[in-house]
């Protein structure tokens, strides 16, 4: 398990998916600004050829290769924030000026790689999640110049931090949402289906399965 502690993140080991879990290494994995943005959201992603990978950072985004043990980094980090693009040719979106902010996550879909993240601040009424595709996972990644999965909504703010799976015969993302954003932070977690119209992801944060 890799967690968030004090904008450094750790690794824990267990036998069993409900612990107790154990710091792995005694020691932070990635330490705070260590590759120059907030290190927080890890994110793991593995490879069809059972090659894990793993992606954090708030303000950048970094995606690295790790060893059989999952604590060692196989190569260089690579930054994945310079390799997105707004449309193909376009200049970088995923940079320092608040467009990418933290949350990624990686998932392969019918052979492309597909990149979730959370845009702005949280409490920044245009916070919400964002994708990208690509063929190959350092990219590069191109986005849609309307690359918002969550559709707006009247009643539900503060979309973000969002993970993808699979669920019966389709995909479901998994994400918070402010439970009321006029007088606090605090985040409720939802569930809900996902749809792909016309090459976009899209998810109507009204309709969260119960």
Same mark, same amino acid.
């Given at each position: 398990?890799?967690? $968030? ?41 593995? @490879? ?6 793993? !992606? ?7 995606? %690295? ?6 604590? #060692?980094?196989?190569? @260089?980090?690579?930054? /994945? $924030? ?23 996550? !990686? ?7 597909? /990149? ?26 191109? $986005? ?5 999965? #969550?559709?707006? $909504?009247?009643?539900?703010?503060? #979309? ?17 949402? !402010?439970?009321?954003?006029?007088? #606090? %932070? /605090? ?15 899209? %998810? ?7």
């Amino acid at each position: 398990m890799y967690f $968030s502690a004090e904008a450094q993140i750790g690794a824990a080991v267990a036998d069993s998916p409900l612990g107790p879990f154990r710091d792995i290494l005694g020691r932070p994995l990635i330490t705070k600004d260590q590759y120059q943005c907030q290190s927080i959201d890890a994110d793991l992603f593995i @490879e069809d050829d059972n090659q894990p990978y793993l !992606l954090w950072g708030q303000g950048k985004c970094w995606i %690295v290769p790790l060893e059989d043990d999952m604590v #060692t980094f196989k190569t @260089e980090p690579v930054l /994945l $924030s310079d390799q997105l693009y707004r449309n193909k040719g376009a200049d970088p979106i995923m940079t320092d000026n608040g467009i990418y902010n933290e949350g990624p996550h !990686l998932q392969k879909i019918d052979g492309e790689y597909v /990149l979730t993240w959370s845009n702005y601040d949280t409490r920044d009424p245009r916070y919400q999640i964002c994708f990208a595709r690509s063929g190959h996972i350092f990219g590069p990644y191109e $986005s849609p110049e309307d690359n918002r999965v #969550t559709t707006p $909504s009247e009643k539900f703010f503060g #979309t973000g931090h969002a993970s993808m799976a699979r669920y019966e015969d389709g995909w479901v993302l998994c994400y918070h949402r !402010l439970i009321d954003p006029e007088t #606090t %932070v /605090l985040r409720e977690t939802c569930i809900s289906k996902m749809e792909f119209i016309d090459g976009k992801l899209i %998810v109507n944060v009204d309709a969260c399965l119960e």
